[in-house]
């Protein structure tokens, strides 16, 4: 069973950094892509940012591309997302996500996902 725990989530002033990080545990994750989504109040869900847990080749929305960063650490088995220059906008719940047979670009919608965090909340604040 694939379990993927967020955390690193709070309050933060516009133009800010956050860092967010997903631990993922249950499965050798070779073969996967894992990424970030965001929900805002009263939207649907959207893809963020996504890497290829093999090769490290990284995807971006439109939105953070220049801001955000994701990454991996195959030793520990984490995906984290580095959050700069913070928007009003970005205040989000977001998600950890992971796709177990990811086609290129990977899990750019949230049915392509399989596995779900419970989510962590980011606020930015003006």
């Known amino acids: 069973q694939v379990q993927l725990v967020e955390s690193g989530g709070g309050l933060v002033q516009a133009g800010g950094s956050l860092r967010l990080s997903c631990a993922a545990s249950?499965?050798?994750?070779?073969?996967?892509?894992m990424g970030w989504f965001r929900q805002a109040p009263g939207k649907e869900r959207e893809f963020v940012a996504a890497i290829i847990w093999s090769g490290g080749n990284t995807y971006y929305a439109d939105s953070v591309k220049g801001r955000f960063t994701i990454s991996r650490d195959k030793a520990k088995n984490t995906v984290d997302l580095q959050m700069n220059s913070l928007k009003p906008e970005d205040t989000a719940v977001y998600y950890c996500?992971?796709?177990?047979?990811?086609?290129?670009?990977?899990?750019?919608?949230?049915?392509?996902?399989?596995?779900w965090g419970k989510g962590t909340l980011v606020t930015v604040s003006l």
């Open positions: 249950g499965r050798r994750f070779s073969t996967y892509a």
């Open positions: 996500a992971a796709d177990r047979n990811p086609i290129i670009p990977p899990m750019t919608e949230p049915k392509r996902v399989d596995y």
